[in-house]
């Protein structure tokens, strides 16, 4: 069974910042990519940003220069969030693609945490 769980969510005041992490359980052997998506009210889920395995990063255009995505290893990642603004207040979810696990093929999400700025 593959879990990925979530921390680091919370409440903070426009330009401040923040450091979600995940890390992911069960008998992995690898993981493609892993990345972080949002969903605020009333929106659909959208990507924030994504790192490969091999650590090429990619992200969305309103969070370019203001969040850095990292991977400490194959089932950890991190999304250091700076200059937060009222928009960027959403649930944040972790994702991991191309999990290869002891009992488990495919992609996977976490439960989601909730990130509130306040202006």
């Known amino acids: 069974q593959v879990q990925l769980v979530e921390s680091g969510g919370g409440l903070v005041q426009a330009g401040g910042s923040l450091r979600l992490s995940c890390v992911a359980s069960g008998s992995i052997y690898n993981i493609n990519a892993m990345g972080w998506y949002r969903q605020a009210p009333g929106n659909e889920r959208e990507l924030v940003a994504e790192i490969t395995s091999r650590g090429l990063p990619n992200y969305a255009e309103a969070v370019k220069g203001r969040f850095t995505i990292s991977r400490n290893n194959d089932k950890t990642v991190y999304l250091q969030m700076n200059t937060l603004k009222p928009e960027d207040t959403a649930v944040y979810y972790c994702?991991?693609?191309?999990?290869?696990?002891?009992?488990?093929?495919?992609?996977?999400w976490g439960q989601g945490t909730l990130v509130t700025v306040s202006s």
């Open positions: 994702n991991a693609k191309g999990i290869a696990s002891a009992f488990y093929r495919g992609d996977a």
